[in-house]
């Protein structure tokens, strides 16, 4: 799919598809074109990400409504803290060779992958530059694993279209306005 764009008719047939499989957790449909879904189709992502356990990330309705690479990019981080923090701990730690408990980049990026975080490079740059809140090419380890990195992009954002996690991690997705749609 990659770079062809998709028409109602095929999100739908890729929604049926995606329906039927029980072992999908992740889909994102991002790398295929602008591509802006129907108000039939995203009701149909939001009835799916409700009923089962998956994370649908796309391009929304478009206009005001329209997603971007970061708030998909960090709500897949938010449910990957929730499913695999340990995991993401260990990997961040093994990265902290100094003991400094900041990580460059590259690091950052690292440890995401040891983790079992499945995003494409492209998604995982985006990510890592919109955790950094302070640009400076470094991240305090410790604020990934308690949520904080994602506190501060919502202060950043003042758009409830924008925003990804509440300072309560575990009511996260109950206060979402909007769901996403990605197939990896």
């Known amino acids: 799919m990659n770079l062809n764009a998709l028409t109602d008719e095929g999100i739908e047939t890729i929604l049926k ?26 009701k149909r992502i939001q ?6 356990d998956i994370t649908i990330l796309h391009g929304g309705l478009g206009g005001v409504q329209r997603y971007t690479p ?9 449910k990957f803290l929730k499913e695999h923090k340990i995991d993401l701990e260990g990997a961040l730690r093994q990265q ?32 890592v530059e919109e955790i950094d809140v302070t640009h400076s090419g470094s991240i305090k380890w410790e604020d ?28 996260l997705f109950n206060n979402m306005k ?3 749609l990605t197939v990896i």
């Not at 009835?47 to 089962?52: D, L, R, T, V």
């Not at 060779?97 to 992958?113: I, N």
């Open 144 to 171: 990934i694993l308690t949520g904080q990195v994602l506190t501060e992009y919502n202060k950043r954002k003042t758009s409830n279209a924008y925003k990804i996690a509440e300072v309560d991690q575990d009511t």
């Open 47 to 52: 009835q799916m990400e409700s009923e089962k």
């Open 178 to 180: 909007r769901r996403q």
């Open 17 to 42: 598809a995606v329906n039927q499989n029980q072992t999908l957790t992740y889909v994102s449909l991002q790398n295929c074109g602008e591509m802006n879904i129907n108000i039939s189709n995203y």
């Open 70 to 78: 970061q708030t998909s990019v960090l709500k897949v981080l938010s």
């Open 96 to 127: 902290d060779k100094d003991h400094s408990g900041s990580l460059q980049h590259e690091e950052v990026k690292l440890a995401f992958k040891e983790a079992g975080l499945r995003l494409t490079n492209r998604q995982i740059d985006t990510l």
